[in-house]
């Protein structure tokens, strides 16, 4: 069964747009010296356990146009399916500007209790209002115990929230806003 939702009204949110890259990810622009390291550039330590994997990915909008101006974050447990403390296991990507890829390097997260493993992914492009939340699930993991994907009202949408494995350890994740193949976004 659904829940009903109570909401309250919207209230303002900084738009994402063409400046969102410099204030947020200004070395992945070419903007050095601000910060040694954009926030979110390493989600961990490079000796941390676990199985080294790369997610790709775009968002397109719903007319099938990549974009090439967002921010995507990822929270994340780490291969144990712990969270860590301090920012251990955020990522925050921007859009190539000539293609629109996004591409994170991490660890495979373990199953955190009662759930399959995933990553938390949050969207910010021009056009979104407030940031939009989803999840990525891995292909090939037992999703048949996790709460989300066996709560959907729509069933035949679960694949929108799941990475293609395309081998070598990298999964794809495309991300659709609106229209045929819209992303399951959940109401946080």
Known sequence: M?????YLPESAS??????VHIGCTPNFVGIHGIYA???GATPFP???PG????????????????LN??????WQADAQGRYGPG????????SNFETGEWELKTIKPGAVAGMAPHIGVWVVARGINIGLQTRLYFEGDDHSKDP??????HQNRRDTLIARDTGNGTYRFDICLQGDGETVFLDM
């Open 46 to 48: 490079e000796d941390a």
């Open 87 to 94: 920012a251990q296991g955020f990522a925050r990507r921007a």
């Open 148 to 153: 989300l994907l066996t709560r959907l009202e």
């Open 51 to 66: 199985q080294r994997i790369t997610l790709t990915g775009v968002v397109r909008d719903g007319l099938g146009k990549t």
């Open 37 to 39: 390291e954009d926030l």
């Open 2 to 6: 659904v829940q009903q939702l109570g």
């Open 14 to 19: 900084q738009t994402a747009g063409p400046y």
């Open 69 to 74: 101006d967002v921010m995507v974050e990822f």
